[in-house]
């Protein structure tokens, strides 16, 4: 049975910086890409970061790109989010999953969320100004 499980959420003030983890568990993580996705309080899961199989390639969401850092160490099943300069609009559940997608090369198909199965429980995440 696959199972994640996100840690490494907390209460921080904006401008500190935070480091996730997504361990993997009942399943071969390097044979899948994986994402990184957030959902604020009545709003949609939406698109954070994705890293290949091997972590060469790494694709960003606008809103984090140059803050956030993804990666992967594939001998611990394991896989980071690196978040600096958080923000208030940060805030949020943080998940991670493994891809749908047979690990291909990343594309823009890495940014939905129906695209990835399955999902951890999450890890609060929250920004005060």
């Known amino acids: 049975q696959v199972q994640l499980v996100e840690s490494g959420g907390g209460l921080v003030q904006a401008g500190d910086a935070l480091r996730l983890s997504c361990q993997v568990s009942?399943?071969?993580?390097?044979?899948?890409?994986m994402g990184w996705f957030r959902q604020a309080p009545g709003k949609e899961r939406e698109f954070v970061a994705a890293?290949?199989?091997?972590?060469?390639?790494?694709y960003y969401a606008d809103s984090v790109k140059g803050r956030f850092t993804i990666s992967r160490d594939n001998a611990k099943n394991t896989v980071y989010l690196h978040m600096n300069s958080l923000t208030p609009e940060d805030t949020a559940v943080y998940y991670c999953?493994?891809?749908?997608?047979?690990?291909?090369?990343?594309?823009?198909?890495?940014?939905?969320?129906?695209?990835?199965?399955?999902w951890g429980q999450g890890t609060q995440v929250t920004v005060s100004s």
């Open positions: 009942g399943r071969t993580v390097s044979r899948f890409v």
């Open positions: 999953a493994p891809d749908r997608l047979s690990g291909r090369a990343l594309t823009d198909e890495h940014s939905r969320s129906e695209n990835y199965d399955p």
């Open positions: 890293i290949s199989r091997t972590g060469f390639s790494t």
